[in-house]
């Protein structure tokens, strides 16, 4: 009779101390993610390492390493986010955390430029048959990609997919067409020297290359044609080193105006567009 009364309280012992302990976990990881809504992300990170650490069970394995990667990511520690999330991505028991701690390592790649490994991820769950009904958001964020690649009309013909009017597609498209072209300005600029200069809005560089070159080319031609063999050679190679700056200063004007572009058209994406971002 003893062994049988011992026997129930050991049971009632074990019950209560088990609610105790999921009372405990619980209210950790109400106030982890209280201060994870306040923003409050380095101490978030310190109560939801606290949470796991107590978690015997795995019970919040998948949610307190996606929320500790959210904080890394808020405070834009991005490898740390992505190390985060790969752990809630092995916890994941469900297709949709699956998805889920997929799609937060690919918005991380993104922003981190590591545009490969975020395509990469984005045609794995494209070919996987649990997420076909995800197509349109796989697009998305391969959209996105492009676009943090640089690349604009790639960008506007996957943002097309999902609608020919999309916001991102008309955006990507304008923002392609005020973009230079280094290679036909490099043309038109070999046989009018500054011009790829004066197009892009660098006059003053423009006007000296085309002043520049125009000089060494016609004191060369004077040179031959006075049989002054040695000037003409000198200073024909003084015409084609300006020449040969002329096309690269074009290089890098039409470098730096493009980058230009692309940095206040992601600023505007950042600051104005209301849509969601990486």
Known sequence: MILSVNKYFLILLLFFSSNQAQDFLETQFNAAYGLFEKKE???AITE????????EQSKYSYSGNLL????????????????YFSLAHKNSATPEQYYQSQIEIIRCNILRRTIPQALM????????????EKGNEL????????????EWKTAAEEFNKIDSSHSLKILCLQIDEQKYSAPWLKAVSVILPGFGQIYTGNTLSGVLSLAWCGLWGYLSLNSFYA??????????????RFHRGNLQNVENFVRKENQEISDKALKFLQ???EGEKP
């Open 41 to 43: 992300y380095f101490d």
């Open 48 to 55: 939801f390492k606290r949470l796991l650490f107590f978690d």
């Open 68 to 83: 500790i990667g959210k904080c890394y990511k808020g405070g834009a520690k991005l490898d740390d986010a992505i190390r």
């Open 121 to 132: 991820l984005i045609d794995e769950l494209t070919n996987n048959s649990r997420f076909a």
């Open 139 to 150: 697009i998305y964020w391969r959209g996105w990609a492009f676009i943090f690649n640089d």
């Open 227 to 240: 049989a002054r063999v040695f000037d003409g050679l000198i200073t024909t190679g003084l015409f084609f």
């Open 271 to 273: 600051e104005g567009y």
